[in-house]
């Protein structure tokens, strides 16, 4: 009797033993693990940052707009003109001529031809009633023009002239004025004749359409006044008669 429950005793802890030895076993890989990950966390302060959801068509109606970055450059939107300038940017008047100074006198004469001729013409094809982009935008025009002239000491000149009478933009007339006392002062200084700014649209005639529509239909009616005067004029030869 005394054997048999010291077998019993000695199969319980066995058992018993066999149970703790699994245990630790089955244990042992999970606390390492934990052990380790908590190291790795300790040793990396960086922590991984959540991903977001990304959006889709069905969570917001709009489109998802991009964040711009420090310094960068926002894009160029039109204006409701289509053209927009920004005032800000352009450079300065005191600013040296980009070209160098033009030797040839043959080359400087037939460019300044070239240059006047073109010049008045825009001026001639100007806006009656300009709006303020457009106004902006001949202005701007001068202004880098002075720069980019291929002449450099007479670019250099005509931006004296433009700092002391900036240009006029306010109407087609103003500014096929100030062009044509802008041209004046540099004939000046050339020494050359002036020019009648009230006759400078017949010297640089623009080819327009609807200029030379409407000197025809002046014509027209000039004529048509000339023939019926003629006529009245027989008719009273005949009365006399």
């Not at 066995?14 to 030895?21: A, D, E, P, Q, T």
């Not at 076993?25 to 991903?51: E, H, I, M, W, Y």
């Not at 959801?53 to 204006?79: L, M, Q, Y």
């Not at 003109?81 to 600013?95: A, Q």
Request: hydrophobic share 35%.
């Amino acid at each position: 009797m005394a054997r048999r429950q010291h077998l019993t005793v000695s199969l319980l802890l066995i058992i018993f033993l066999f149970l703790s030895v699994s245990y630790f076993f089955t244990s042992a890989p999970a606390a390492a693990r934990d052990r380790a990950a908590s190291f790795v966390g300790a040793s990396n302060p960086l922590k991984q940052q959540p991903l977001q959801p990304e959006s889709t068509d069905s969570d917001s109606g709009h489109d998802a707009v991009s964040p711009i970055k420090d310094g960068a450059a926002p894009s160029a939107t039109p204006s409701t003109g289509g053209f927009s300038i920004d005032v800000d940017s352009m450079p300065s008047l005191d600013d040296l001529s980009i070209a160098p100074k033009l030797e040839n006198a043959t080359l400087k004469a037939e460019l300044g031809r070239a240059t006047w001729r073109f010049l008045h013409t825009m001026a001639a094809r100007f806006p009656d009633k300009p709006t303020k982009d457009e106004q902006t935008t001949f202005k701007s025009f001068i202004e880098l023009f002075a720069r980019l002239y291929p002449c450099g000491d007479c670019a250099q000149h005509f931006r004296r002239i433009l700092a002391k009478y900036p240009p006029q933009a306010g109407s087609r007339s103003a500014a096929a004025g100030w062009l044509c006392f802008a041209h004046n002062l540099v004939n000046e200084r050339l020494e050359k004749p002036a020019f009648d700014c009230n006759a400078i649209g017949d010297f640089y005639d623009c080819g327009c359409a609807e200029d030379d529509d409407k000197k025809s239909k002046e014509s027209k009616e000039e004529g048509a006044d000339a023939a019926a005067g003629e006529k009245k004029e027989d008719k009273k030869d005949e009365k006399k008669e």
